[in-house]
């Protein structure tokens, strides 16, 4: 079955810098990629998703990057702010529509002022 | 988001009791997904639901047992509760092959 790999599992950034988290997945087949955002003590929350037709999306601070021959795919996040800290998780899809997902454990991004 | 409901929000128990926990959602989506969520683990799929007549086991489906009662409705049942089901327990909902929203989580706590 589907496996996904998330690195690292902490992240510790200066206010203006920028983060990149990577993931990894076992399944070709996978061809839909969110990533979420977890507030302490709230739900996850989708920020940017990527599907397998597309390489590159960018909204605003966040893209996310997708190379399927590899089968990685990356969140870049840019002038980081102290509102950024949380904990974010990829995921990948295990069946044909995209919607069941497999989860990475998560990074913990810290983001001091 | 209050579209997606999750009932109780808390409940501690005794190791060997049936539990069940309720997910309701308003936003009229046909599939639904149960998560429970452990420290430094992630969120793991238990199972989850294309439509009330579909039922499909996740990574960690043992132990547990759904019901899709309706569209709106979609509970987990932990038919002898153990420790180390001990977790956090997120509902999740998505129109077609639209992202999936969470419900806000059921703290379970088994002793």
């Known amino acids: 079955g589907e496996n996904v790999e998330q690195h690292p599992s902490t992240l510790s950034v200066q206010e203006g810098d920028s983060a990149v988290i990577k993931c990894t997945y076992s399944?070709?087949?996978?061809?839909?990629f969110p990533w979420y955002k977890q507030e302490l003590g709230k739900r996850p929350q989708l920020i940017i998703d990527?599907?397998?037709?597309?390489g590159e999306k960018k909204d605003q601070r966040i893209a996310v990057t997708l190379n399927k021959t590899a089968k990685h795919f990356s969140l870049h996040i840019t002038e980081t702010q102290p509102e950024d800290s949380a904990v974010y998780f990829c995921a990948a899809s295990i069946d044909q529509a995209g919607t069941a997902l497999i989860f990475g454990k998560g990074t913990t991004l810290s983001v001091s002022s | 988001d209050a579209d997606v409901t999750q009932t109780p929000r808390n409940r501690i128990t005794k190791t060997g009791k049936r539990i069940m926990l309720e997910c309701s959602q308003t936003?009229?989506?046909?599939?639904m997904y149960w998560y429970r969520q452990d420290p430094g683990l992630g969120l793991r799929l238990i199972y989850y639901?294309?439509?009330?007549?579909?039922?499909n086991k996740g990574e960690i489906s043992d132990g547990y047992s759904v019901s899709r009662q309706a569209q709106a409705k979609f509970s987990l049942s932990l038919e002898s509760a153990i420790p180390n089901q001990t977790a956090l327990y997120f509902c999740?909902?998505?129109?077609?092959?639209?992202?999936?929203?969470f419900g806000d989580g059921t703290r379970l706590s088994i002793l």
């Open positions: 990527i599907r397998s037709n597309v």
């Open positions: 639901s294309f439509d009330v007549k579909d039922i």
């Open positions: 999740a909902t998505a129109r077609g092959n639209q992202p999936q929203h």
């Open positions: 399944d070709s087949a996978s061809n839909y």
């Open positions: 936003k009229g989506h046909d599939r």
